[in-house]
C-alpha cells in the first residue's frame, strides 16, 4: 500500500468516525423528544484488487447508512391496541362526568328533595289546614323540579361537549391525514435512502396519533410511503388524502360523521368511534339513554302525583288541578321541562282530601305513600322511587367500572409494548457516551496515522532533496 493510500485510509476513517460523533451528539441532544428513534450508522470497509496474489487489501471505511433503530413489527403491534385504547379512554371519561353530575343526585339532589317533597305531604295529612304546613308542600315540589331540571341541563351541557369534542376531533382526522399524505409526497422525491430521518420520525408520530382516534390499518409501500385505510374508505393514499365531515342528522339534530362525497363514515373503534357511540340514541351507553332511563322515572311520579291531586278537593273547594306542569306547554313534560303549577302559589288551591271534610287529610297521605309504592318501571319490574334511584346510581356506576377496567387492561398492554419499544429505539446516555468514547478513541488513532504517514512524507521529500 502506498503512502497516498495510507492518508485516504486514515482520512475516512476519520470522517466515519466524525459522523458517528456528530450522531451521537444528536441522539443525546434528543433523548428526551417524545417519539425520537436513535440513529445508528453503519460503515463497511473499502478493498481493492491487489495484483500480488489477487488479494483484496482494505482502503478505508465508508458509510453505507445512518439508520433509524426501530422495530416496526412492535411499533404496529403497540398500534393494534391504540383504536380499543382511545375508545374506551373516551368513553370513561364522558361516563365519569355524567356520573359525577349523579353522585349528588343521590345524595343530596334528587334522593333528598324527593323524600323532601313526600314528607311535606305527609305532615299536610296531619292537618289539611295548616297554612305552614302547605306552603312546604308548595316548596318543596318547585325543589323537586329545580333539582330533575338541573340533572337534564348537565346531561345536556356533558352532551355539548361531547359533540364539540366530535367536530375537533375530526379536524383533527383530517389535519393529521392532510399532514401524513404531504410527508409521503415529500419523501417520494428522494432518492432512496437519502430520506430524511426526521421526516419519517414526524410521520410515524402521526400515524401513532392517528390510530387513538380510528380504527385504520397502514401500508407501507416499496417508496417509503404509506396508505392509511380506514373501514370503508382511505384516509391517505400516496400524498392525496380524503378529508370527513360532521352533519347534523334529523330528527334531533345528533352529529353524524361522513366521507366528503357524502357516503357514511363507518367507524367503531378510537375517539371518533366512542364519541358517535354516546351522542348515538339507539346504543348503549349513550347520554339519551341515560336522559330516558331518569326522564321515565319522573313522569311516572309526576303522572302518580297529578292523578292524585287533579281528584282531591282543595280547601278553597276547587279540583281537577294538575300539580304539576311543564314550563314550556308547546314541548313535552319530562327533566328539562317541568314546574309546580304556578296556580298553586295560592296554597289553598292544593289538594289534600277527597271529600268536603276540611280536616280530611287521606288524599296528602296518599300521596306521601307514592314514595313506597312500586309506581317506577326499571329493567322490566316495578320499583319504589327510593329502590330505582338507587338503581340508577347502581346502573350509572357500572357504566364507568366498566370503562375504567377496559381502560387499564390497555394500559398495562400498551406500557409492556412500549418498554419494548423503547429498549430498542429509545436513547440510553450510557450507551451513547460509551459510543462517544469509542469513536473518539478511533478518530486520534486515525488521526495519528496520518500525522506519521505525512511526517514519513516529508522525511523523504527532505532526503530527495
Not at 430498542?424 to 462517544?436: F, R, T, W
Request: net charge negative; glycine share 6%.
Amino acid at each position: 500500500m502506498s503512502l497516498n493510500s495510507s492518508i485516504y485510509v486514515s482520512y475516512s476513517g476519520m470522517s466515519a468516525n466524525q459522523t458517528g460523533l456528530t450522531v451521537v451528539s444528536e441522539n443525546m441532544t434528543n433523548v428526551d423528544t417524545v417519539g425520537y428513534s436513535r440513529r445508528q450508522v453503519n460503515t463497511s470497509g473499502i478493498y481493492s484488487q491487489s495484483t500480488y496474489k489477487s488479494r483484496n487489501i482494505g482502503s478505508g471505511v465508508e458509510i453505507q447508512e445512518i439508520k433509524r433503530v426501530s422495530d416496526q413489527f412492535l411499533r404496529e403491534s403497540y398500534r393494534e391496541t391504540s383504536p380499543e385504547m382511545g375508545y374506551w379512554d373516551t368513553q370513561n371519561r364522558y361516563l365519569y362526568e355524567v356520573e359525577s353530575s349523579y353522585g349528588n343526585i343521590y345524595g343530596e339532589t334528587i334522593q333528598t328533595t324527593g323524600d323532601d317533597f313526600f314528607n311535606s305531604w305527609e305532615e299536610l295529612s296531619k292537618d289539611p289546614t295548616d297554612q305552614a304546613a302547605r306552603g312546604l308542600v308548595y316548596e318543596e315540589g318547585v325543589s323537586f323540579c329545580d333539582s330533575v331540571n338541573d340533572i337534564e341541563g348537565q346531561i345536556s351541557s356533558i352532551e355539548k361537549s361531547c359533540i364539540n369534542e366530535l367536530y375537533d376531533t375530526v379536524d383533527t382526522i383530517n389535519s393529521i391525514s392532510s399532514e401524513i399524505a404531504s410527508i409521503n409526497g415529500q419523501i417520494s422525491k428522494y432518492p432512496d435512502g437519502q430520506v430524511p430521518l426526521e421526516l419519517i420520525d414526524y410521520r410515524e408520530n402521526l400515524l401513532d396519533d392517528l390510530s387513538l382516534l380510528v380504527d385504520c390499518d397502514r401500508i407501507y409501500k416499496s417508496d417509503g410511503t404509506v396508505d392509511v385505510i380506514s373501514n370503508n374508505g382511505i384516509l391517505v393514499s400516496h400524498d392525496k388524502s380524503k378529508d370527513l365531515q360532521v352533519l347534523a342528522r334529523p330528527p334531533k339534530g345528533m352529529p353524524e360523521v361522513v366521507w366528503e362525497n357524502g357516503n357514511q363514515y363507518d367507524n367503531d373503534g378510537g375517539s371518533l368511534g366512542a364519541l358517535t357511540d354516546l351522542l348515538n340514541t339507539e346504543t348503549s351507553p349513550s347520554f339519551e339513554e341515560t336522559k330516558n332511563l331518569l326522564n321515565d322515572a319522573v313522569l311516572s311520579i309526576v303522572n302518580e302525583i297529578n292523578n292524585i291531586h287533579s281528584s282531591g278537593l282543595a280547601l278553597d273547594g276547587s279540583t281537577g288541578i294538575d300539580y304539576f306542569i311543564p314550563i314550556n306547554p308547546d314541548e313535552p313534560m319530562g327533566i328539562g321541562n317541568l314546574q309546580v303549577n304556578p296556580i298553586l302559589e295560592d296554597t289553598n288551591k292544593i289538594a289534600a282530601s277527597s271529600t268536603d271534610d276540611l280536616g280530611n287529610g287521606d288524599l296528602a297521605y296518599d300521596m306521601s305513600e307514592l314514595q313506597n309504592s312500586k309506581i317506577i318501571k326499571y329493567d322490566d319490574e316495578m320499583v319504589t322511587v327510593d329502590d330505582f334511584f338507587a338503581y340508577y346510581n347502581e346502573f350509572l356506576g357500572s357504566q364507568t367500572k366498566h370503562a375504567e377496567f377496559k381502560v387499564s387492561n390497555q394500559k398495562d398492554m400498551r406500557i409492556q409494548i412500549e418498554n419494548q419499544i423503547n429498549s430498542v429505539s429509545s436513547v440510553s446516555l450510557d450507551d451513547e457516551m460509551a459510543n462517544m468514547v469509542v469513536y473518539q478513541q478511533a478518530y486520534n488513532a486515525n488521526l495519528n496515522v496520518m500525522n506519521i504517514v505525512d511526517e514519513l512524507i516529508g522525511d523523504i521529500i527532505q532526503k530527495m532533496g
